[in-house]
T-cell receptor
Framework: NAGVTQTPKFQVLKTGQSMTLQCAQD?????MSWYRQDPGMGLRLIHY???????DQGEVPNGYNVSRSTTEDFPLRLLSAAPSQTSVYFC????????????FGSGTRLTVV | QQQVKQSPQSLIVQKGGISIINCAYE??????FPWYQQFPGKGPALLIA?????SEKKEGRFTISFNKSAKQFSLHIMDSQPGDSATYFC????????????FGTGTLLAVQP
């Protein structure tokens, strides 16, 4: 049982490049979310999903796109990377059966130069 | 605008002492209040959680106190140990279908031996 798997663990991008951060969970959780963590700002919600085909914006959605075609996968896309998107990104999943507690992946450290 | 306010930003406690972290919120749509613990290089992990109809919850050395009328809640770590040194986040979950999880800004706890 792997839980929440994020890839890659580290990534360096040039300004303007695009990329997709991958997230997969094997717990059949309905809810999935993406967060970014920056010093002194905690974890801020980027996008979230309540099930396959349903996504919505969080606190800081600009510059990011998501889709959820399956229950297991919730990729995060950066269309045109900017230095302000340098951060650590976490994916998380949850379900009512888990007591609404979220399980987090180990994170992706992204640097945009 | 920070939906969940957390203090202090950092905390130093002697081994065996009590660590106290405070949080406050405004939105009454929140209906679940978890605390997460994060070690360097790892994703946050659920530590303990409470619902607003309960004033206190204790699990081992960790206790949540909840004041619904004041919209405040706090984490107490009794007999603090060096292994408790980590970043602690309070959080709040929206009720209803979204299960959206919003974090405070975090408290870096250092327990000195």
């Amino acid at each position: 049982n792997a839980g929440v798997t994020q890839t890659p663990k580290f990534q360096v991008l040039k300004t303007g490049q695009s990329m997709t951060l991958q997230c997969a969970q094997d717990m059949n959780h309905e809810y999935m979310s993406w967060y970014r963590q920056d010093p002194g700002m905690g974890l801020r919600l980027i996008h979230y999903s309540v099930g396959a085909g349903i996504t919505d914006q969080g606190e800081v959605p600009n510059g990011y796109n998501v889709s959820r075609s399956t229950t297991e996968d919730f990729p995060l896309r950066l269309l045109s990377a900017a230095p302000s998107q340098t951060s650590v990104y976490f994916c998380a999943s949850s379900s009512p059966g888990s007591g609404y507690g979220y399980t987090f992946g180990s994170g992706t450290r992204l640097t945009v130069v | 605008q920070q939906q969940v306010k957390q203090s202090p930003q950092s905390l130093i406690v002697q081994k065996g002492g009590i660590s106290i972290i405070n949080c406050a919120y405004e939105n009454t749509a929140f209906d679940y209040f978890p605390w997460y613990q994060q070690f360097p290089g790892k994703g946050p992990a659920l530590l303990i959680a409470i619902r607003p109809d309960v004033s206190e919850k204790k699990e081992g050395r960790f206790t949540i106190s909840f004041n619904k009328s004041a919209k405040q809640f706090s984490l107490h770590i009794m007999d603090s140990q060096p292994g408790d040194s980590a970043t602690y986040f309070c959080a709040a979950v929206y009720g209803g279908a979204t299960n959206k999880l919003i974090f405070g800004t975090g408290t870096l706890l250092a327990v000195q031996p």
